[in-house]
């Protein structure tokens, strides 16, 4: 599947795969967790695809899954996985590189 890079101004759009089982505790909180990082670490400049492994499980290949929750951060490069419900957000932060930007963003104001 080709992806194409979305730049808003200098930013590109994120684009994040998460991986899930269904509608488990740990599914929906991840995801929920995801959406609150995004929102407010990406400026809506993110793409969010969820991936239900109960209902796709050939998709698994795709990414390499071996466990769930994943979320995988395909663009901007470099690929980045992280596992897990994300209810740590600083991990979630830097893992995906996502500090990094939010703190050459505060400093550029």
Do not use: F
């Amino acid at each position: 599947m080709a992806q194409e890079t979305e730049s808003i101004g200098n930013h590109t759009t994120w684009q994040l795969r998460l991986y899930v089982a269904g509608q488990t505790l740990k599914s929906v909180t991840a995801i929920s967790n995801l959406n609150e990082i995004c929102e407010k670490h990406l400026n809506s400049k993110y793409k969010i695809e969820v991936v239900d492994l109960r209902r796709e499980p050939q998709l698994a290949l795709q990414d390499d899954i071996v466990a769930i929750p994943t979320l995988v951060k395909t663009l901007p490069m470099p690929l980045r996985k992280i596992l897990g419900d994300l209810s740590d957000t600083d991990n979630v932060l830097v893992g995906l590189d996502i500090e990094k930007i939010t703190k050459t963003h505060d400093e550029s104001k």
